[in-house]
């Protein structure tokens, strides 16, 4: 199993340019999440989806939109990229519930982008 | 905004030592609180986590404490080595069949051990 695989590992984009971030998980996972991660403010969740053909919004989503038309992929896009979207992007999957609680988040390695 | 305050936000332990890691929370509809563990260029992973329905919860040198009344909960690192030094990260999730994607997430602890 290769897990949660993202794509690319860096990417560098110059103001304005649009780009997607890829994320395929194997494990049947049905809720998927885009977050990403600044220093000093932990893991921020941008858009999440429940199910295949689902979207929503999370803490962060402008700037930002997603689409997952396939149960195991789930596609962040940027449209019109800005300095303040460099980050490092981690998509992660979850069942919904495991033994009636909160299921663990299963992480990607991430995307390191840099807006210019 | 719901949140989760972690300290402190860097720690530097001795090899052998004992690290902690504290996290509070505001809501009381929480009901899993895991800790992740990330390194350098990778994405955080799962370490250990503890329902409320209990005050603490081992696995090997890693130990959750958790304390209902206070709203607060800890990761103990007992024998600290160096190949622990990572970012840790406290994380809450709530209750109801709609949590699991609200959970949230402390702005993590890099901890690092002295050899």
């Known amino acids: 199993n290769a897990g949660v695989t993202q794509t690319p590992k860096f990417r560098v984009l110059k103001t304005g340019q649009s780009m997607t971030l890829l994320c395929a998980q194997d494990?049947?996972?049905?809720?998927m999440y885009w977050y990403r991660q600044d220093p000093g403010m932990g893991l921020r969740l941008i858009h999440y989806?429940?199910?295949?053909?689902?979207?929503a919004k999370g803490e962060v989503p402008d700037g930002y939109n997603v689409s997952r038309l396939k149960k195991q992929n789930f596609l962040l896009g940027l449209e019109s990229a800005a300095p303040s979207q460099t980050s490092v992007y981690f998509c992660?999957?979850?069942?919904?519930?495991?033994?009636?609680?909160?299921?663990?988040?299963?992480f990607g390695n991430g995307t390191r982008l840099t807006v210019t | 905004q719901q949140q989760v305050k972690q300290s402190p936000q860097s720690l530097i332990v001795q090899k052998g030592g004992i690290s902690i890691i504290n996290c509070a929370y505001e809501?009381?509809?929480?009901?899993?609180f895991p800790w992740y563990q990330q390194f350098p260029g990778k994405g955080p992973a799962l370490l250990i986590a503890?329902?409320?329905?209990?005050s603490e919860k081992k696995e090997g040198r890693f130990t959750i404490s958790f304390n209902k009344s206070a709203k607060q909960f800890s990761l103990h690192i007992m024998d600290s080595q160096p190949g622990d030094s990572a970012t840790y990260f406290c994380?809450?999730?709530?209750?109801?069949?709609?949590?699991?994607?609200?959970?949230?997430f402390g702005t993590g602890t890099r901890l690092k051990v002295l050899a």
């Open positions: 494990m049947n996972h049905e809720y």
């Open positions: 503890i329902r409320p329905d209990v």
């Open positions: 809501n009381t509809a929480f009901d899993y």
């Open positions: 992660a999957s979850s069942y919904s519930r495991y033994r009636g609680r909160g299921a663990p988040l299963h």
């Open positions: 989806s429940v199910g295949e053909g689902t979207t």
């Open positions: 994380a809450a999730s709530p209750q109801g069949t709609s949590g699991t994607y609200k959970y949230i």
